[in-house]
Structure formats: C-alpha cells, structure tokens
Nanobody, 111 residues
C-alpha cells in the first residue's frame, strides 16, 4: 500500500527552481522532506515539527520553503536558487502508526 506519493523532481540548471509535492493517504500524514545524495546518508531538508512550525537544514535556509495544505494532506517544498550540491533523491516523510517514506523523486542540478 502506498502511503506517500511524491512529484515534481527533475533536471534544472544552477540558480533555477523546482517545487516538490507529497500527498499522504490513509492515516499517514505528510510531514516533510529528506534527501540522499550518492554515497551519503539521508539527511533532513525541511519538515514540520508541529502543525505550523517548520525546521530547515542550515544548507537550505533562505532558499527552500516548506508549506502544507492540511485539507489535502499535502506538503510542498519550494526550492529556489538551486545548487549542484542539492542534487539528490528527495524523500517525503510521513507520520502515522509509525514512520513512513515515499518512493523518492530525483532532483538534479546541473548545467
């Protein structure tokens, strides 16, 4: 059963923008985003730590914005001023009767 469905990844040039979306279903609530680059551990990008309070990784502060539509159980990640080091698979994180992950969406920042 799929609990979290991500969309919006792709290839973009440095300085460009992308918007990711994640829809939760059932009793799983979409909460935020993590990413994993090749050869590296999965790391936090941005997530809600309470209903209205976001938390960001230092590396994306001021460039990325997380938002949510509670009625649609959807979280968004607006990514601006993208850098090559933002290249990774981005995973949606959800909370329910446990922790849940989406299938991941590739973001590639390259000229």
């Amino acid at each position: 059963q799929v609990h979290l469905v991500e969309s919006g990844g792709g290839l973009v040039q440095p300085g460009g923008s992308l918007r990711l979306s994640c829809v939760g279903s059932g009793s799983v609530f979409a909460m935020g985003w993590y990413r994993q680059a090749p050869g590296k551990q999965r790391e936090l990008v941005a997530r809600f730590i309470s209903e209205d309070t976001p938390m960001y990784a230092d590396s994306v502060m001021g460039r990325f914005t997380i938002s949510r539509d509670n009625a649609k159980n959807t979280v968004f990640l607006q990514m601006n001023s993208l850098k090559p080091e933002d290249t990774a698979v981005y995973f949606c994180y959800g909370l329910g009767p446990g922790n849940y992950w989406g299938q991941g969406t590739q973001v590639t920042v390259s000229s």
